[in-house]
């Protein structure tokens, strides 16, 4: 709850046009935006949370669940593309059970497609936190699953 | 400045600054729009009101694009014609199609358009959207499936009502309009207006219908049914019907409800007379207190339930009075006698209004758990079940209404528009002065446009501060007033604007234009019709004089007030 006070401290209070920079900065600082941080937001900018929902929502990087202690970004790019990623997010999802953009029940996973990541040679790659995994098989999901969740429970 | 223009090789005038489609409408020629609305900012979104301009690559929205003086327009070459039936067919691609079964089925734009594209085959075929039907909200019912994302919904919200319920969310084919975290609408800030019905093209958007309810209600036989309408009602639904109104026709729909099945037959407008009536009261033993504060009419729910999310600072000033439905309600639930073989009571109202519905089911509108008005019926569906049920309402003889709420004034159907509660108080109080039409000279201010009035009028020697809020775009205005410490006696409030006569429960696709005519109307009945206020009014005499007094529970009159309190909800 501070942490958004704190965030909110930086900028003028009714500044519509800021709305964009908190939403990012509550993201950064939470990992996603809550309810709460939403209504918060809305009170100090003076806005309708109806608006600021409908806009968030437009953008792919909001979030409104907390992300995973492990969070996969998997590469969507052309390039991961035709080296078959669509594969490979098949073996993740049947593998956790869950949606792009959603979280685990126990709290460990979640993942996301993103726009070419720059591992084109490499491809599919996911990207884990700092770590990358290249070369990624369709085969090669279920042990990278056991390993991450290791890091899961590390976390 | 005019000058001329080019159109279709013909020559017309048109205004510097206006749109090309408002030189075109003014010439004669129709141009289809979609997510267009009168006296809003044009977007061009939609797309349906393309022309072609000589020198222009492009096509140009008709809506948005100024007319200059050097314009050569084509609005019906083939390649105008082709851009705009693709749009509709674009638009159908991923409609459900279930026209027949839908309940804008023949009242619908979409429909309208498609037909008069001449689309006749599904040229284009889209993944349809899932289906997502929103029942939570007592009043509006929300079809994801129908929406095709014109957006006046959420735009009337937004810049009319203010409460800016609902919203895009999501992007691309996800799109779709709710309110906040994508909640039902039982959850969200929504005041049950029904603005965004009446402009909504499809049947995305639609009231909660509640009339398998009466059916069932109407066809056993250990129940007695009674029925209230509001004083619009018969106007609105002579417009419904497509009937031409007479002065007969309040009294043929009494007899046409009794043929549907209704026991008793009374008139919302005798509580509309109660409520003027101590509105009065309450003014005049204000008055001259020296705290005054000024008291603001609760008559409108959608008004009500805004007060109470948005504006609680101004609850204490609400005034504490039922609407005239629940008015009626309550008494109707205190003294209709009910018969040994028909031991239950069944209580249906008919408004102009979707907020109604909502209210009805306030806690504080029951005793004992028990609703004084169990189901709340728009104009619309009304005009259902007499067609449902075979009615020639042309054809039947007109009935009185039944006693003791037989009777109304002209005061209660003026208090249909936005100001016309205020003018009706006004009235009531010159009678009480013995100055007959002391409200007079206030009439014009109040009858005015913009979502602002306010007058003064001198009644027994007395000033009284009146204000008007006519759609909640005004609401910013009075609170400064108060704020600035404005001591008015009446503040009047109405969530739609123009009052009821453009409320969520009358026929869509309603003009400025065409509600300004039901006002008219109403202007035009009140000054002809013989009893202008419940001080003249026999019924409303009786109602105070015997059955209030007689019935245990109504002699207090506490059964006409309620309570209100801050309500809680996503903003």
């Known amino acids: 709850m501070s942490k958004i006070d704190d965030i909110l401290d930086r900028y003028r209070e009714g500044s519509h046009e800021n709305l964009i920079p908190i939403l990012q900065d509550v993201q950064e600082a939470e990992g996603y935006l809550s309810e709460n941080a939403i209504i918060t937001i809305g009170r100090f900018l003076h806005m309708s949370t109806t608006k600021i929902y409908g806009l968030a929502t437009f953008y792919d990087r909001f979030r409104f669940i907390p992300a995973g202690r492990v969070h996969m970004r998997i590469c969507n790019g052309t390039t991961c593309f035709i080296n078959g990623c669509g594969a490979v997010v098949t073996a993740v999802r049947e593998q956790l059970g869950i949606e792009p953009g959603q979280t685990t029940r126990d709290g460990r996973f979640s993942y996301e497609l993103t726009a070419c990541q720059g591992g084109c040679n490499d491809g599919p790659v996911i990207c884990v936190g700092e770590h990358y995994y290249t070369h990624v098989r369709q085969e090669d999901v279920p042990e990278l699953i056991t390993k991450l969740k290791e890091l899961a429970d590390l976390k | ?571």
């Open chain 2, 1 to 571: 400045m005019q000058f001329t223009i080019e159109v279709n090789n013909k020559s017309i005038r048109a205004e510097k600054g206006e749109t090309i489609l408002s030189a075109l409408n003014r010439n004669g020629i129709i141009i289809p729009t979609l997510c267009r609305m009168e006296e809003f900012t044009p977007t061009g979104a939609c797309r349906m009101c393309v022309v072609e301009v000589e020198g222009r690559d492009r096509l140009v929205t008709a809506c948005s694009v100024l007319v200059e003086e050097w314009m050569k327009i084509k609005t019906h070459s083939p390649r105008v014609i082709r851009a705009r039936k693709t749009i509709v067919e674009l638009l159908l691609s991923n409609h459900p199609d279930d026209c027949l079964y839908c309940d804008r089925n023949l009242d619908c734009e979409l429909q309208r358009l498609s037909d008069g594209m001449q689309v006749r085959e599904r040229r284009i075929r889209g993944s349809k959207i899932k289906p997502r039907r929103d029942l939570s909200s007592p009043a509006i019912v929300r079809e994801l499936s129908k929406c095709i994302l014109c957006g006046r919904c959420l735009r009337v919200c937004e810049e009319v009502v203010t409460a800016t319920s609902i919203d895009f969310i999501g992007r691309g084919r996800y799109t779709h309009v709710g309110p906040a975290m994508d909640r039902d609408f039982n959850f969200s800030s929504c005041i049950h207006c029904g603005q965004c019905v009446l402009v909504c093209p499809t049947g995305a958007l639609h009231e909660k219908h509640y009339l398998t309810e009466v059916q069932e209600q109407l066809s056993k036989s250990d129940v007695t049914r009674v029925i209230q309408y509001s004083p619009l009602v018969p106007y609105a639904l002579a417009e419904e019907l497509g009937i031409k109104y007479s002065r007969d026709f309040d009294r043929l729909l009494n007899a046409a409800l009794r043929k549907a099945g209704f026991d008793k037959v009374y008139l919302s407008g005798t509580g509309t007379d109660i409520l003027i009536t101590e509105l009065a009261d309450a003014i005049m033993e204000a008055a001259d207190k020296p705290d005054k504060k000024p008291l603001i009419v609760s008559a409108c729910p959608a008004w009500v339930k805004y007060c109470e999310q948005f504006t609680p600072e101004l609850l204490p000033m609400l005034s504490t009075l039922k609407t005239p439905q629940q008015i009626s309600g309550a008494i109707i639930k205190s003294v209709v006698p009910v018969t040994g073989e028909k031991p239950r009571l069944y209580t249906v109202s008919v408004t102009p209004c979707t907020a109604m519905k909502f209210e009805a089911r306030r806690d504080s509108m029951t005793r004992k758990g028990i609703s004084d008005i169990d189901t709340v019926l728009t104009v619309r569906e009304l005009a259902r079940l007499i067609v449902l049920y075979g009615i020639d309402i042309t054809n039947i003889d007109p009935e009185p209404a039944d006693e003791p709420m037989a009777l109304r004034s002209s005061a209660s159907l003026l208090a249909e528009t936005a100001g016309g509660i205020t003018e009706s108080v006004l009235r009531t109080l010159a009678a009480r002065k013995g100055e007959k039409e002391a409200e007079k000279p206030a009439q014009k201010k109040l009858r005015n446009t913009g979502n602002f009035r306010e007058t003064m009028v001198s009644i027994g020697g007395r000033g009284y501060s009146v204000a008007v809020v006519d759609g909640l775009r005004g609401l910013e205005k009075i609170r400064q007033m108060i704020e600035a410490g404005a001591r008015y006696d009446l503040v009047e409030v109405m969530a739609c604007p123009g009052g009821c006569v453009n409320g969520g429960g009358m026929r869509t696709a309603g003009s400025r234009e065409a509600v300004r005519q039901r006002s008219r109307f109403i202007w035009q009945a009140d000054e002809q019709e013989a009893v202008r206020g419940p001080e003249q009014s026999a019924t409303v005499a009786d109602l105070y004089g015997r059955v209030f007094e007689q019935c245990i529970e109504l002699t207090d009159r506490q059964l006409f007030h309620t309570h209100f309190s801050r309500r809680d909800v996503l903003l």
